[in-house]
């Protein structure tokens, strides 16, 4: 069985967004560059025409890979996202002792992580999500980085 990801109702929406642009839009357009790039000649010298089938390669790549995430997809409904312990979901702020400091963190699949949202979105498949996953509110955990290992508490957690 493949593995589960889990996504926001936005973050589903945007991955079938994203995955009806490339069927039917950038699918013409790569098929048009590759039409005009042949028109071109002699195929074997044709930078073009190489760039263009790569382009068609990237694209045909994506299409599948966001096909497969989808099907795997586990779309999470606010109302089943709980606040006991961290999940998928969660929003965690944490006191890091080696920095001395709050953070916070929005837990979501991989396909949401963005290290430069406010709060910072961490994939549950990330060294910080990964040792959040499952604590609770007053739990140390360890965060393993290859910076080295940070001791951090968790100071809340919330939808």
Do not use: W
Not at 31 to 46: M, T
Not at 74 to 92: I, P, Q, R
Not at 123 to 136: Q, T, V
């Amino acid at each position: 069985m493949a593995k589960q990801i889990f996504v926001s109702k936005e973050g589903y929406a945007k991955l079938h967004s994203e995955l009806e642009y490339l069927k039917t839009v950038k699918r013409k357009e790569v098929a048009q560059a590759i039409a005009k790039a042949r028109a071109y000649g002699d195929l074997s010298e044709n930078s073009e025409y190489d760039e263009a089938k790569n382009e068609q390669a990237e694209v045909e790549n994506r299409i599948a890979n966001l096909e497969q995430t989808i099907e795997n997809a586990v779309v999470l409904d606010d109302s089943d996202v709980k606040t006991d312990k961290v999940s998928v979901g969660n929003v965690v702020k944490i006191y890091d002792y080696e920095r001395e400091k709050e953070s916070e963190y929005r837990v979501v699949g991989s396909t949401e992580s963005d290290p430069f949202a406010v709060p910072q979105c961490v994939s549950d498949d990330s060294p910080i999500g990964k040792a959040l996953i499952g604590a609770r509110k007053g739990d140390t955990v360890n965060i393993e980085t290859p910076k080295g290992i940070y001791r951090c508490t968790v100071v809340s957690i919330s939808k």
